[in-house]
């Protein structure tokens, strides 16, 4: 089975719950959503532009526990989110955010992964700041952050693209161990 076909041109960001799949598309500045037994377009939303609702190059997203879609949307410098049935509820940080590029849910918070400064953002669910992990020091820890998940742990897995590497973050943003560095050609 194929997801979007014919319908997508830039998918980025995907998020999978118990009955769908949400996809995000840079070119189409859309969020879709398909079944995912049968793989069909249940609901696209978002036209370019930054009013309620718009998207301009939504990248990364996630679904929380009550089934609501937060979308990394880039270009608006903000994440929005949408119901489950992809009506536009809220915009999250719409005065704090670069250019986000990934977001996550947690029990406690909403995480955000701004590419500009190299930063991780924690946000509680109304959409106060609690705190920022930026760039920590000579190693780079933050650098040109690219997509990141969470461990059962609620530890932060980031990939990072101009160090070539995947960094293990702790719940507050420290350092806890690496995976590759940055490598020659052969």
Same mark, same amino acid.
């Given at each position: /089975? ?5 319908? &997508?041109?830039? %998918?980025?960001?995907?998020? #999978? @719950?118990? *009955?769908? +799949? ?67 509820? /809220? ?5 704090? &955010?670069?250019? %986000?590029?990934?977001?996550? #849910? @947690?029990? *406690?918070? +909403? ?76």
């Amino acid at each position: /089975k194929r997801f979007g076909q014919d319908i &997508l041109k830039k %998918p980025w960001g995907i998020a #999978v @719950t118990a *009955d769908n +799949v949400f996809v995000t598309d840079c070119d189409l500045h859309a969020l879709l959503q398909f079944r995912k037994n049968d793989c069909k377009l249940v609901k696209r939303t978002g036209t370019e532009g930054a009013g309620e609702g718009q998207l301009d190059v939504p990248r990364g997203l996630c679904s929380d526990y009550n089934g609501d879609v937060y979308v990394a949307d880039c270009r608006n410098h903000r994440v929005s989110v949408f119901s489950k049935q992809l009506q536009f509820k /809220k915009c999250l940080a719409s005065q704090q &955010l670069e250019y %986000p590029v990934d977001v996550k #849910v @947690t029990p *406690d918070s +909403v995480v955000i992964l701004d590419r500009s400064p190299n930063c991780i953002h924690f946000f509680s669910r109304s959409g106060d700041l609690l705190g920022s992990c930026v760039n920590q020091g000579k190693d780079g820890t933050v650098c040109d952050p690219r997509f990141f998940c969470l461990d059962v742990a609620g530890n932060f897995l980031m990939a990072n693209g101009n160090r070539n590497d995947v960094k293990i973050l702790s719940p507050s943003g420290h350092l806890i161990h690496e995976i590759g560095k940055e490598g020659q050609e052969r």
